[in-house]
């Protein structure tokens, strides 16, 4: 099972990595938004142009809707990543309980069904927080952020949405020509 196939267990969005180009000028972020498109295989809807006025904070929604587009694969990612990180942390609390059993722990011996209660409950519990920790996707926060501090500047910016790998060099190589600084999420 590779990394992507992995991190799509993970997360219910099509494209999990964003890659946004800032240009100083309208003209040149539309040539390079032409340039993903027309030269580097991306379909349209995983292009988004974005002007200076959409770093506007009474323009957040248009913001939002550019960079993060799939509203129905978000919420997807947040009960997969929870749910899925739930059921690891339930069972690495039970192999800790029979390990220690296995161990001769006295603890665990005396009574191994509250031992096992009680590390399923912190492992289930944990996993849980690393589920939502997951599901907020700080990698994106921060590209975000800094795309909208570039556009508050006047600058352009283009971001591009990937599908795979691929994409995603395809889009940063694209994007590297003529833009003043390339940001992605990983």
Same mark, same amino acid.
């Given at each position: 099972?590779?990394?992507?196939?992995? $991190?799509?267990?993970?997360?219910?969005?099509?494209?999990l990595?964003k890659?946004?180009?800032?240009?100083?000028?309208?003209?040149?972020?539309?040539? @390079? #938004?032409?340039? =993903?498109?027309?030269?580097?295989?991306?379909? %349209?809807?995983?292009?988004e142009?974005?002007?200076?006025?959409? +770093?506007?904070?009474?323009?957040?929604?248009?913001? @939002? %809707?550019?960079?993060?587009?799939e509203?129905?694969?978000?919420?997807?990612?947040?009960?997969?990543?929870?749910?899925?990180?739930?059921?690891?942390?339930f069972?690495?609390?039970?192999?800790?309980?029979? &390990?220690?059993?296995? #161990? +001769?722990?006295?603890?665990?011996?005396?009574?191994?069904? &509250?031992?096992?209660?009680? $590390? *399923?409950?912190f492992?289930t519990?944990?996993?849980?927080?690393?589920?939502?920790l997951?599901s $907020?996707?700080?990698d994106?926060?921060?590209?975000?952020?800094?795309?909208r501090?570039? =556009?508050?500047? +006047?600058?352009?910016?283009?971001?591009?949405h990937?599908?795979?790998?691929?994409?995603? @060099?395809?889009?940063?190589r694209?994007?590297?020509?003529?833009?003043?600084? *390339?940001?992605?999420?990983?």
């Amino acid at each position: 099972m590779g990394q992507h196939t992995l $991190m799509h267990a993970f997360f219910g969005e099509r494209s999990l990595t964003k890659v946004a180009g800032v240009f100083p000028a309208r003209a040149q972020a539309e040539q @390079a #938004a032409r340039r =993903l498109t027309q030269a580097s295989g991306f379909q %349209r809807q995983q292009v988004e142009l974005l002007a200076p006025q959409d +770093g506007d904070w009474t323009r957040a929604d248009v913001l @939002a %809707r550019k960079m993060e587009p799939e509203d129905r694969g978000i919420w997807s990612t947040v009960i997969r990543a929870h749910v899925l990180s739930g059921v690891i942390g339930f069972l690495l609390g039970a192999a800790l309980c029979l &390990l220690m059993w296995l #161990a +001769g722990q006295p603890g665990v011996r005396a009574s191994p069904g &509250l031992a096992l209660l009680a $590390m *399923v409950g912190f492992g289930t519990t944990f996993g849980l927080l690393a589920g939502g920790l997951l599901s $907020m996707r700080p990698d994106h926060g921060r590209v975000i952020a800094l795309v909208r501090q570039y =556009l508050r500047q +006047g600058r352009w910016a283009v971001v591009a949405h990937p599908d795979t790998p691929e994409q995603v @060099a395809r889009a940063e190589r694209t994007l590297q020509d003529g833009s003043e600084r *390339v940001v992605r999420t990983l």
